[in-house]
């Protein structure tokens, strides 16, 4: 299982780079989690084929997140897609997510592929050869975090969210963590109250929850800050690295 960033801003993205979306790929089966940018010409430029999507996980409303849904269904279908596609979330984003789809009346085009919605809010889902599970973080709508296991490897997605010490169990020892950060530490308040972290917070959480390596996403717009996040993220966690596109981690 590998999983690659398609693109790692926060809302607002930068030159080349696209707001936080993954494809995470085992035994050629790809789970997209969060849908921005252009997510089929991602794709491509990671050299995963669309047609191998199994499933697309949507964390939440917020546009930066799920606004690319319908362009890349339109572009499944027109590639010819004629298998199910499995669409998870939790139960008001797989809403908002159908009311996405009819604005658009996708499903009601010639051939239309089947789409198979799984609401949860906490729990299990097999995808593919992909055991995931959902649990809810702290952010200001309904939001999934997501743990990935296959083969004996364990990848932790925490998407917006302030920091808590509270994470569930099975989270721990993740190999991967891919957490948001919103700034630096002295604006912790003010991300908190926003549903965000801080990049001294995300390396707490790797701590809190042993994780070995930790992957900073979610970045804010200006790439000249990237450095200090870093510096700072790693004087508790050495293992923290800045994201890199279409590389499989
Ligand atoms: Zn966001
Ligand atoms: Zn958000």
Redesign the pocket.
């Known amino acids: 299982m590998n999983v690659y960033l398609l693109g790692y801003t926060g809302s607002m993205q930068r030159r080349g780079v696209s707001n936080t979306s993954l494809a995470i790929v085992a035994e050629g089966r790809t789970l997209l989690v969060d849908l921005s940018g252009s997510p089929v010409q991602a794709l491509k430029e990671a050299e995963i084929d669309p047609a191998t999507i199994v499933g697309v996980l949507l964390t939440?409303t917020?546009v930066?997140?799920i606004y690319a849904l319908p362009s890349l269904l339109h572009q499944l279908w027109l590639g010819g897609r004629t298998e199910p596609l499995a669409l998870i979330a939790n139960g008001p984003t797989v809403a908002f997510a159908k009311r996405l789809i009819d604005l658009f009346d996708l499903e009601r085009k010639k051939g239309f592929f089947p789409l198979i919605r799984h609401e949860i809010e906490e729990g299990d889902l097999e995808i593919g050869p992909l055991s995931l599970r959902l649990f809810p973080v702290i952010?200001?709508?309904p939001?999934s975090g997501l743990s990935v296991r296959h083969g004996g490897k364990h990848i932790v997605y925490l998407a917006?969210t302030a920091y808590s010490r509270a994470w569930p169990s099975y989270i721990q020892g993740a190999d991967i963590l891919i957490h948001e950060v919103g700034g630096l530490s002295e604006e912790e308040e003010t991300l908190a109250g926003k549903?965000h972290a801080s990049a001294r917070q995300a390396a707490q959480c790797a701590l809190d929850v042993k994780a070995k390596r930790l992957i900073l996403v979610h970045l804010p717009e200006d790439p000249k800050g990237d450095e200090l996040l870093l510096k700072e993220a790693q004087a508790l966690f050495p293992s923290t690295e800045l994201p890199r596109l279409n590389i499989p981690y």
């Open positions: 939440h917020h930066d997140h952010h200001g709508v939001t917006d549903g």
